[in-house]
């Protein structure tokens, strides 16, 4: 169109007349056709021919769809995935070609030619370009009476993985394939002290060899070690004096702000205060002490909210996580009281009657169905306990010791040390429901604790921290703290470090994605 710009055509036909150029209006003319024409807004002009062209409906969508940078195809774009290629493993080859010969046979040929260019290096014929010149330098302050020290090399590279023997065969020779006797102990020792990590087993061939079920462990274990090991050299250092030893503390205007001066004190209690808990909001605090009471604090002004009675010493209490549940749990001597604080809203204390007395209705009617095995009674406290707050009591066999919620607010667990096989419960507040996650004695157990996000508890014995897996029912993990007596532990929020505090004064910190060992 820019060549015709002077001109009265655009172009010649097939019979070589000229092509006029469409009549335009003027200013005037588009204005009144804009205020008549319904179709001005769609209507664009053809910059080959000039002509205006009335969009349709499916091309105005196809522009609105560009410019909200959605899908224009006419399919659907989420349509489900066809499989050209099967996904299944074949047990056959496509092939039965036996390989050619070149394919494993060293080629004539290029041995023939590398040995040419062999022989014109030697001859001389085939010469490299000489780099360029390095200045001769050399120290004039030298001290040549020294002896000059060698160098060695600093780098030490990572030990190879043993050879496979005859024991990792698929077919290995009788003697190796052990017997019931050396399986059950090999089952029944722990995995540092066992000689080997696999079981030699025995397949009519290579095909029925299964995968490997510790491939991927030993693989990371392996990483871990090329991660973790120096192989680095380093010299002996003679140090004189062992006071250069010993770290410069900084000085303690560098290290603030930190704690200098009583902030708040809560006072209140006429006994000892055993345990403290805080709201998931941070603006409620809990305390239970000797003297039978629990006491509600706001925690930016020290004021007392509420005193509750329980009627004995308090061991442990825990703030429902949910903030839709103005919840705390007690544990009084043999008894877990469900108190209803009612510190906030009035809405969620409301709430959270009601929540519990549907709870206890649909409980009525599952035990019409069949009672439970477990030896927890729940009932609901009367009219002089419920002024109180208390509208929950469980009543155990022996003396609990803590109470600890799920993050969602729904489970709690309960430790009695002294229950043997029952040391554990864990209860479900809505269903009203107590059950026995052991059936054997793990030993004295001192904590209990949830995963913050996935299904697991935490639980410490005197000397070990087992790693328990709720979904399905089976131990993941046994973390080794070296300690003498576990007294108390914390989890991370996100849930990969554990910290264990003991009776001997140590403090241990486990990362459990790296070891089961200390960090």
């Given amino acids: 169109m820019e060549w015709y710009q002077d001109y009265p055509h655009i172009g010649y036909d097939i019979d070589g007349k000229k092509i006029y150029k469409p009549a335009k209006g003027d200013e005037l003319d588009k204005f009144l056709s804009k205020m008549d024409d319904p179709n001005f807004w769609r209507t664009v002009t053809d910059k080959f021919t000039g002509k205006d062209i009335v969009l349709t409906d499916e091309e105005v969508s196809i522009i609105e769809k560009i410019q909200r940078s959605e899908y224009v195809g006419s399919g659907d774009p989420y ?53 360029p010149a390095k200045p001769r330098v050399y120290d004039l302050w030298k001290e040549t009476d020294k002896p000059e020290i060698r160098k060695h090399r600093t780098y030490i590279p990572a030990p190879k993985l043993k050879l496979p023997g005859h024991e990792e065969s698929y077919n290995p020779p ?72 010993l770290p410069k503390l900084p000085s303690p205007n560098e290290l603030k702000p930190f704690p200098t001066e009583q902030a708040i004190i809560y006072k209140g ?20 002490s000797d003297d039978g009471t629990v006491r509600l604090w706001e925690v930016d002004t020290g004021y007392c909210l509420r005193v509750m009675q ?33 510190c906030g809203d009035h809405l969620i204390g409301n709430a959270t009657d009601m929540a519990i007395s549907t709870a206890a209705s649909d409980a009525r ?39 600890t919620w799920h993050h969602k607010g729904d489970y709690f667990a309960t430790v009695m040390p002294e229950g043997g096989n029952s040391s554990v419960h864990i209860h479900q ?27 697991l508890l935490f639980v410490a014995t005197q000397r070990y921290v087992r790693i328990y897996n709720l979904v ?48």
């Avoid at 394919?103 to 010469?127: H, L, Q, T």
């Avoid at 825990?318 to 009612?342: E, G, M, T």
């Avoid at 009203?432 to 299904?455: C, D, E, M, Y």
């Avoid at 470090?497 to 910190?509: C, E, H, P, Q």
Wanted: aromatic share 8%; with cysteine; hydrophobic share 30%.
């Fill in 310 to 342: 329980v009627g004995g010493t308090c061991h442990s209490l825990a703030f429902n996580p949910n903030s839709q549940l103005s919840i705390l749990a007690v544990a009084v001597n043999s008894k877990v009281y469900l108190l209803n604080h009612r």
């Fill in 472 to 519: 399905k029912l089976e131990l993941i993990k046994k973390l080794m703290s070296g300690v003498k007596w576990i007294s108390s532990m914390d989890v991370h929020p996100q849930g990969d470090n554990v910290i264990t505090g003991s009776y001997d004064k140590r403090l241990t910190w486990f990362d459990s994605e790296l070891s089961v060992r200390p960090y």
């Fill in 429 to 455: 507040l809505t269903k009203w429901r107590t059950q026995n996650p052991f059936n054997k004695s793990k030993g004295l157990i001192q904590k209990v604790l949830f995963h913050p996000t996935k299904p």
């Fill in 365 to 403: 009617s599952d035990e019409e169905e069949g009672p439970s095995k477990v030896s927890v009674v729940w009932s609901l406290e009367e009219e002089e306990e419920e002024k109180e707050g208390r509208k929950i009591c469980l009543t155990h066999s022996k003396p609990v010791k803590q109470v």
């Fill in 269 to 288: 209690h006429t006994g000892m205060v055993r345990c403290v808990s805080v709201d998931s909001s941070g603006q409620w605090l809990a305390s239970g």
């Fill in 174 to 245: 009788l003697e190796y394939l052990p017997t019931e006797q050396e399986i059950q102990k090999w089952k029944e020792a722990d995995p540092e002290d066992r000689e080997q990590n696999f079981l030699p087993q025995r397949f009519n061939s290579l095909r029925e060899v299964p995968a490997y079920a510790g491939f991927v462990k030993e693989r990371f274990d392996r990483c871990l070690d090329l991660y973790l090991c120096p192989r680095k050299i380093k010299h002996r250092v003679n140090i004189d004096d062992p006071s250069v030893l």
């Fill in 79 to 131: 349509e489900p995935y066809t499989d050209y290629f099967t996904h299944e493993t074949m047990k056959h080859p496509l092939t039965n070609k036996p390989p050619t010969k070149r394919s494993f046979v060293p080629s004539k040929w290029e041995r023939k030619k590398v040995m040419k260019i062999v022989r014109a290096i030697r001859n001389g014929w085939i010469v490299s370009k000489p780099g």
